[in-house]
C-alpha cells in the first residue's frame, strides 16, 4: 500500500491562525503608528514627530550639550556651533532691517544634505527658537511652524542694529524611532550702527510689569546646584500657570561666546517656588532669561549671574 504522506491541515484551523497573525499584526502596527503624533498643523505639514518624555527635575535638562561628565552635568554649553551630531542648521534668511518686521526661515539638514522633517514634541513644541543680540539684549522665545519639505518659518523682528544670535533647540527622530537633541546656533545681522548695551550687574531680584522676581542660589562651575524663583504681585505669590508644560523655562547665557543652556524646572512648585537644578559649565558671567505665565500671559525677567 502506498504511503499516504503527511495529513493534510484542516482548513478552518488555517483560517483561524490566519486571522489570529492577521490580528497580532494590526496590534503591533496601531501600537507602533500610535506612538507618532503629526506636527505642522498649521501648515498642514504630514512630517511625523514622537512624543519625548522629560526626566524628572532631579538633574538640570540642558539642550544641546554634547560634552558630559561621567554624571551626565554639562561641561560645555551647546549652541556654539552650526553643525553637531551629523546635523545642520541651514537659515534660509540671515538678514533683517532693523525694527521691521521679518521672517526667518531654517532648515535642519542631515549629514547627507537632506531636510529633516521628524521632530519629537518637547515641552509641547517640536522647535524651540531662542533670539538674542550679541550683547545679550532682545531675548526672544520664539516658536516657528514647518513646511512639509522640512523649511520651519517665524516672523522674526531684530529690534536694534547688530549681531544677534539664534538658537535652534530641538529632538530629532530617526526612522528607528531613537532620538538625538540637538542645539544649533547661527548669527543673524541687522546692519546700521550698532551700540552695544553694557550687561547689568549682578543682581538677585528684579521686576518685570509689576512683578518681583527673586531667586536663590549659588551656581559653581562644573557644580549641579538649585535655583529657585520665587515671583510676587502686589498681594503676594503670584498665581504661577504652566507654560509649555512647566511653571517656568530658564535660559543661561555665557557673556563672550553666548554658549547656550536651556534648564526646566522640577515637575511641581516647591514651597511656591520653582526649581531648578543649574550646571554652568565654567566661571564666567551669565545672563539669565527666566520665562513664567500669570493670567495667560508669558513675561521674562532677566538677571545677571558672576560665577566664580
Excluded: C
Amino acid at each position: 500500500m502506498a504511503d499516504p504522506g503527511p495529513a493534510e491541515p484542516d482548513r478552518s484551523t488555517l483560517r483561524l491562525a490566519l486571522v489570529v497573525g492577521g490580528l497580532v499584526l494590526a496590534v503591533l502596527l496601531g501600537f507602533g503608528l500610535g506612538r507618532l503624533n503629526t506636527t505642522g498643523a498649521a501648515t498642514g505639514s504630514p512630517s511625523l514627530a514622537a512624543e519625548h518624555t522629560d526626566p524628572p527635575g532631579v538633574a538640570p535638562h540642558n539642550h544641546g550639550s554634547a560634552i558630559t561628565t561621567d554624571q551626565g552635568a554639562p561641561t560645555e554649553p551647546g549652541g556654539l556651533a552650526v553643525s553637531s551630531a551629523g546635523f545642520t542648521l541651514t537659515p534660509l534668511t540671515s538678514e533683517f532691517t532693523a525694527g521691521r518686521p521679518g521672517q526667518l526661515r531654517f532648515q535642519v539638514r542631515d549629514a547627507q544634505r537632506r531636510p529633516v522633517t521628524r521632530f519629537a514634541i518637547v515641552h509641547d513644541k517640536p522647535m524651540h527658537l531662542i533670539v538674542v543680540r550679541r550683547d545679550l539684549t532682545g531675548y526672544q522665545h520664539l516658536h516657528p511652524t514647518m513646511a512639509a519639505d522640512g523649511t520651519w518659518s517665524v516672523p522674526l523682528t531684530l529690534g536694534q542694529p547688530g549681531l544677534w544670535r539664534a538658537y535652534a533647540d530641538f529632538t530629532v527622530v530617526a526612522d528607528n524611532g531613537a532620538q538625538t537633541a540637538v542645539t544649533l546656533g547661527t548669527d543673524l545681522v541687522a546692519p546700521g550702527d550698532y551700540r552695544p548695551r553694557p550687561l547689568p550687574g549682578p543682581a538677585t531680584s528684579t521686576t518685570v510689569d509689576g512683578f518681583t522676581v527673586g531667586y536663590q542660589g549659588t551656581p559653581q562651575p562644573g557644580a549641579t546646584v538649585p535655583l529657585t524663583f520665587r515671583v510676587d504681585g502686589a498681594g503676594g505669590a503670584a498665581p504661577l500657570e504652566r507654560y509649555l508644560g512647566a511653571y517656568g523655562h530658564l535660559v543661561a547665557l555665557r557673556e563672550g561666546d553666548l554658549g547656550y543652556l536651556h534648564v526646566h524646572p522640577e515637575t511641581e512648585l516647591v514651597d511656591g517656588q520653582i526649581k531648578f537644578w543649574l550646571t554652568t559649565p565654567g566661571p564666567g558671567r551669565y545672563r539669565l532669561y527666566l520665562d513664567f505665565q500669570v493670567n495667560a500671559e508669558v513675561r521674562t525677567a532677566e538677571f545677571t549671574l558672576t560665577v566664580s
